[in-house]
């Protein structure tokens, strides 16, 4: 185990320099305990982070009552293994030391629960290349951890299985979730989405599978649920980690039969839906502490891809800035001084805040992006005109910065989308395309200009 200072790489991570490629392989292998001799082997085609643990789902799964389900992660960085330990019951210990995070050069031992991995590392092991890639459907970035998930989601669009997107809040889920969708044999048929957050718990087995009329006090009409709605085409259950244990059961149920029954119906209906799930939850963690079912879990992650947040994908914050200012109506081009200062910050909101910090220097000008981004207030918004009404408007209001900010904001989103609307017909889907702006979030803001 290094017990250096390991802000070198961190510096060449962030910047894209040398570290960002492997110079060699690693190799993990099983020393003593269960499942002795399985070995696992790290190199620059490997998709992200290895995880380690009981789970169906690790890609070195062991069979250890001590071990967690995802016990730790490990990634190759340059020719260093990056050890992270993720909140097991037992710990990581390396070389007798325990750790939560690590760097380790070869020739390290791991214990975990009652198992003990060795660790080799073979400067001479053949490291395919990444193929150089610009993004996936929709999805941006040239980061070599973008591009080492792109051809697993070239195979995932295609094939029909379920697929589990996890990742930080503002990595790009339902951006992925829509790439899948429009590259797959689905995409003329309908993209339907169900964000467990945004319907109130009584409600959510009514949107899900609808209701018939008469059945619950309000259900004046016979609705349709989102399943009937996607009908051969996908489903995209967004935050799937914060559904209640008991509807949990009743999607299992629709999911193993491929059949729903409304609310108050007294009669099964056949979908043929193609699902996508998305979580900023460790579902393995949920699975382990009792909050989400082992079964549901297993029949929603065959296919699995975890996003890397912004900030360890070198190089892609001046790519997606870029792309957002064009998309979002920027003049010329973003200086290289801002360029800079974003490619320096720590993004803790990721693509979705970088995209939003650009919207904000569009609207307000070079220096507003050293602020952070607030939520929007509950006030009236100004008067909307033409650019410099609306300002005035805003200036004359004398609310505090945070939400004048926002207001104007706010009024660059409606007039985008207004305008993207507008040049593709009304179409939703076309505008959402040609903006690079995922769709359910264009309709969020068009509904809301509306006040819908």
């Keep these: 185990m290094d017990s250096g200072d390991d802000s070198e790489i961190r510096t060449l991570l962030r910047r894209g320099g040398q570290a960002q490629f492997p110079d060699g392989t690693f190799r993990v292998t099983v020393l003593d305990g269960p499942r002795a001799g399985t070995t696992a082997v790290m190199d620059g085609g490997t998709p992200g982070r290895l995880l380690v643990g009981t789970s169906d789902a690790c890609d070195l799964r062991l069979e250890d009552r001590e071990v967690s389900r995802r016990h730790l992660a490990l990634e190759l960085v340059g020719n260093r293994l990056s050890v992270v330990d993720l909140g097991?019951?037992?710990?990581?210990?390396?070389?007798?030391v325990a750790v939560r995070e690590a760097w380790l050069g070869g020739g390290e031992t791991i214990r975990i629960g009652s198992t003990t991995l060795g660790v080799v590392y073979d400067p001479e092991g053949k490291n395919p290349e990444v193929p150089f890639a610009t993004g996936f459907g929709r999805m941006r970035g040239e980061s070599r951890a973008m591009r080492r998930i792109y051809p697993l989601c070239h195979k995932l669009a295609l094939a029909a299985v379920p697929v589990l997107i996890e990742g930080e809040t503002g990595t790009g889920k339902e951006v992925l979730a829509e790439a899948l969708h429009e590259e797959g044999p689905r995409a003329s048929g309908p993209y339907v989405v169900f964000d467990c957050t945004a319907v109130p718990p009584n409600l959510i087995e009514s949107e899900l599978f609808g209701h018939e009329r008469g059945s619950f006090t309000g259900a004046a009409a016979q609705r349709r649920g989102v399943f009937e709605q996607a009908h051969k085409g996908t489903l995209l259950i967004d935050e799937i980690g914060d559904l209640e244990l008991a509807l949990q059961a009743k999607l299992l149920r629709a999911l193993e039969r491929g059949e729903v029954r409304r609310v108050g119906g007294d009669k099964s209906l056949r979908v043929d839906v193609r699902i996508l799930c998305a979580t900023r939850r460790d579902l393995d963690r949920e699975v382990q502490e009792g909050r989400f079912r082992d079964d549901l879990f297993h029949r929603l992650a065959v296919g699995r891809v975890e996003l890397p947040p912004l900030r360890e994908r070198a190089g892609d914050v001046a790519v997606l800035a870029r792309h957002f200012w064009a998309t979002l109506g920027g003049e010329g081009a973003p200086s290289a001084a801002l360029l800079a200062r974003w490619e320096a910050a720590p993004w803790?909101?990721?693509?979705?805040?970088?995209?939003?910090?650009?919207?904000?220097?569009?609207?307000?000008?070079?220096?507003?992006?050293?602020?952070?981004?607030?939520?929007?207030?509950?006030?009236?918004?100004?008067?909307?005109?033409?650019?410099?009404?609306?300002?005035?408007?805003?200036?004359?209001?004398?609310?505090?910065?945070?939400?004048a900010r926002q207001r104007v904001l706010d009024e660059l989103e409606r007039r985008y989308i207004e305008r993207a609307l507008a040049e593709h017909g009304g179409?939703?889907?076309?505008?959402?395309?040609?903006?690079?702006?995922?769709?359910?979030?264009?309709?969020?803001?068009?509904?809301?200009?509306?006040?819908?």
């Design 88 to 96: 097991s019951r037992n710990g990581t210990v390396v070389d007798h």
């Design 348 to 403: 803790p909101g990721n693509v979705r805040e970088l995209r939003n910090a650009v919207a904000r220097v569009i609207a307000l000008g070079d220096d507003v992006h050293r602020d952070p981004p607030s939520a929007a207030g509950d006030a009236e918004p100004a008067p909307v005109g033409d650019g410099a009404g609306f300002l005035e408007g805003v200036l004359a209001s004398n609310v505090p910065w945070p939400e």
């Design 427 to 452: 179409n939703v889907s076309r505008a959402a395309a040609a903006s690079g702006i995922a769709r359910r979030h264009l309709q969020r803001i068009k509904a809301r200009a509306r006040g819908e």
